[in-house]
């Protein structure tokens, strides 16, 4: 598959997975606050759909309590998506924002 398709499909998931994800996690809302998938990667065979996501409260967490939902969320997404081969949805937990967190306190330390 073109890159341009890849895109396109990976813009379509996140949308698809993001209304997915607040529809099984409706009950966890006081536990994340607010979550955000910051990243959407389908692999070039279409084997695996990454899902990066992060959460305002108990990042540790977000990503194994989204995989316990995961068969409904696959589910709904396989019957949404019209393609031949569907790819197999992974979560993975998203520390940018902790990463840049650390670097701007070591900047901090420095320049004191």
Same mark, same amino acid.
């Given at each position: 598959? +073109?890159?341009?398709?890849?895109?396109?499909?990976?813009?379509?998931?996140?949308?698809?997975?993001? &209304?997915?994800?607040?529809?099984?996690?409706?009950?966890?809302? &006081?536990?994340?606050?607010?979550?955000?998938?910051?990243?959407?990667?389908?692999?070039?065979?279409?084997? @695996?759909?990454?899902?990066?996501?992060?959460?305002?409260? +108990?990042?540790?967490?977000?990503?194994?309590?989204?995989?316990?939902?995961?068969?409904?969320?696959?589910?709904? @997404?396989?019957?949404?998506?019209?393609?031949?081969?569907?790819?197999?949805?992974? @979560?993975? @937990?998203? +520390?940018?924002?902790?990463?840049?967190?650390?670097?701007?306190?070591?900047? +901090?330390?420095?320049?004191?």
């Amino acid at each position: 598959m +073109n890159k341009d398709r890849i895109k396109k499909l990976e813009s379509l998931s996140r949308e698809i997975v993001s &209304n997915l994800i607040f529809e099984e996690l409706e009950d966890s809302e &006081n536990i994340f606050w607010i979550i955000t998938i910051t990243d959407v990667v389908i692999s070039p065979d279409l084997s @695996y759909l990454d899902i990066w996501v992060s959460a305002f409260k +108990n990042n540790e967490i977000l990503a194994k309590t989204i995989a316990t939902h995961n068969n409904a969320i696959q589910a709904k @997404y396989n019957r949404a998506i019209a393609i031949r081969k569907l790819p197999k949805i992974r @979560y993975r @937990y998203d +520390n940018k924002w902790e990463i840049g967190q650390q670097v701007c306190e070591a900047i +901090n330390k420095v320049t004191k």
